[in-house]
């Protein structure tokens, strides 16, 4: 799998198995905030200026003018959580689980496979009805979750990747001598572990015959 990720390092070894990101539909919550408030401050500014008649020592554009400030204040915040779900993405390697978030600065969070311990789906009533929800990812001697994958559409195809990852991270046995080299010559070959024992017994033998001459005389 092949990505153009710019914050994305990998090692030598290391391939990209899998690529997601919150889903957009994450927001609605805050699109439907928005639209409520900002229908009452238009509807507030509508009926001062042409029901109620009031004496105000303010003119109507004045009035118009705060309600458009008041719908702008309130498209902080699905502007705010749509910029951050399009500059959050989640990749699993074969090595790996990167999350990197942030809007103006790039924040990457990794935790390597080979020491995730537990993985929980946790899912509310419409994720359950609409297949999506949050992985937390658990870690060897950490406290809780050690990462979370917010808000997937289909959870279950990274939780089923990541336990592949995770299972050939468990098979995989650390570097080491050949099986018929000597004890201790780890990350020596066979034939270098040897020429270094046979130079070693002959600096033994020596230094035993230097001994013995030293004692005779």
Sequence with gaps: MVTDFEWLSLDPDEEVVWTGAPRLRRIASNVATFALWSLVGVAVAFVVTTTLNLELPLPD???????????????????????????????????????????????????GVDRIQNTQLKKDLFGNAFDYGT?????????????????????????????????????????????????????????????????????????ETIERRLRNT
Excluded: C
Excluded at 76 to 96: G, I, K, M, W
């Design 61 to 111: 554009l004045a009035v118009w003018g705060a309600a458009v400030l008041w719908v702008l204040l309130q498209a902080v915040s699905p502007a705010r959580a749509y910029l951050q779900t399009e500059h959050t993405d989640y990749v699993l390697t074969s090595e790996n689980v990167y999350r990197k978030t942030g809007v103006w600065s790039e924040n990457v969070t990794r935790v």
């Design 135 to 207: 992985i937390l990812l658990s870690t060897a001697g950490g406290s809780g979750a050690e990462l979370s994958i917010a808000d997937l559409d289909d959870p279950d195809e990274l939780r089923n990747e990541l336990r592949t990852q995770m299972a050939r991270a468990g098979q995989q046995t650390p570097r080491g001598p050949e099986s018929d080299s000597e004890p201790g010559a780890e990350g020596v070959d066979p034939e270098t572990f040897r020429t270094l024992v046979d130079e070693a017994e002959r600096m033994r033998e020596t230094a």
